[in-house]
Each structure stands twice: as structure tokens, then as C-alpha cells.
């Protein structure tokens, strides 16, 4: 048997043997944006990732949803453990997570900016964390590990630049529509607004 996901939601089985169409899946649903990578467990049942960010297990026998659950980002690729219990799920908003294959629990792995980074800067004399800015969003980093340990977002604006003041109180930012905002650096609370600093967005900026 072979399985093909398709862009309408839907899977296909197919004999290979006699070459012919077979029945096609989940049973009285389709998934939303598409399937966009699917992967076989050793028992016969199917992972399959969809481009609405669900993930879901399909019965062999049925072809009917067994589990299911939802990520951050539309899923671009499943990649099981050799024993087929655990598998890494990559996301369009360029996240990775860790998934068991009996509940299908995520927890996120690995994560970074999914468009351009525009600006990265370092506390004052400290090399421990630093942070960077992108389309929508400012996040600070341990360096040591590379994990996120804060992420700020601010919708349907771009993060120009960003600085560290020179005391670690804030971290100060300039946007595209022109604004300068401060926030917290362990909290990511808005501290204050610059409104209309600049007609055409604030794209540099230094601290004392």
C-alpha cells in the first residue's frame, strides 16, 4: 500500500499491487490548509502534519482520526524515532517540537525568527543573554544554551532596531510605524511609548 496527502485535506490510499485507488481519509473530515507531510507508524496507523498546524493519527483500519492536536506554524515535516515512538515536527513559523506517538503531545523544542532578523544587541558588559528583533517580534536568548528565554510581540509592525539601556532595566525598540518602544527584559511588559518618533519608522537607535 502506498499513502498520498493532497492539498484538499484529504489522504489517499493506493494498491500498488494491482495499481488502483483503494478509499480515502480521515472519515467525515478534511484538514484544513492540507496535508503537507504525512509518516507510517510500525503498527500500520498514520502521522500526518497539515497546514493549519494540527498534527493527527490516523487509524489504519478506519482511516478515522484517533488523536490529534495542534502546533504553532503550518507543519512541514515529521521525522520518527527508530523505535517509533517520538517524532520531531517542524513548523512554518520555524519551530521544532517533540511529540509523543500515543497522545501526540507536543512540547517545543527548538524555535527562532521565521523572517529576517533585523538587529541583534548585547547588554551592557554582559555576554550571557542577548537579544534580537524581526518581522513582529523581540526575543532574548541565553547565549550559552540558545534557548528563548522571552519572546515580545507587537502585531502587524516590524522591529527595526533594538538596544539594551546601558542599566538592564529596558530594552528599548524602534518599529515601522514610527514608534520607539521600551519594555521589561524579564517580563516583556510594555514600559513606555514614543509616539510618531519619525515619519517613516525608526530604524536606529543607541543608548546610555
Not at 17 to 27: H, M, N, T
Not at 119 to 128: A, L
Not at 151 to 173: A, L
Not at 186 to 191: A, D
Amino acid at each position: 500500500m502506498a499513502y498520498a496527502c493532497t492539498k484538499t485535506g484529504d489522504i489517499l490510499e493506493i494498491n500498488l499491487d494491482k495499481s488502483i485507488f483503494k478509499r480515502v481519509g480521515p472519515v467525515k473530515k478534511l484538514f484544513s490548509l492540507g496535508v503537507t507531510c504525512i509518516a507510517m507508524l510500525l503498527n500500520g496507523d498514520i502521522i500526518v502534519g497539515c497546514g493549519d498546524g494540527t498534527i493527527a493519527k490516523i487509524a489504519n483500519k478506519t482511516m478515522a482520526i484517533k488523536e490529534q492536536s495542534k502546533v504553532l506554524g503550518g507543519v512541514t515535516s515529521i521525522t520518527l524515532t527508530g523505535d517509533g515512538t517520538y517524532f520531531f515536527a517542524g513548523t512554518s513559523l520555524c519551530n521544532i517540537y517533540w511529540c509523543d506517538t500515543q497522545n501526540l503531545t507536543p512540547e517545543l523544542r527548538n524555535t527562532c525568527h521565521y523572517e529576517s532578523i533585523n538587529h541583534v544587541t548585547f547588554p551592557y558588559g554582559y555576554s550571557d543573554v542577548f537579544a534580537t528583533c524581526s518581522m513582529n517580534d523581540i526575543r532574548v536568548w541565553h547565549s550559552r544554551d540558545r534557548q528563548e528565554l522571552l519572546r515580545i510581540q507587537v502585531p502587524n509592525v516590524e522591529c527595526h532596531t533594538i538596544s539594551f539601556m546601558h542599566d538592564g532595566k529596558s530594552i528599548v525598540s524602534g518599529w515601522s510605524d514610527g514608534q520607539i518602544r521600551a519594555f521589561l527584559p524579564q517580563s516583556g511588559k510594555l514600559l513606555y511609548v514614543i509616539n510618531n518618533a519619525h515619519v517613516h519608522g525608526a530604524t536606529a537607535l543607541t543608548t546610555t
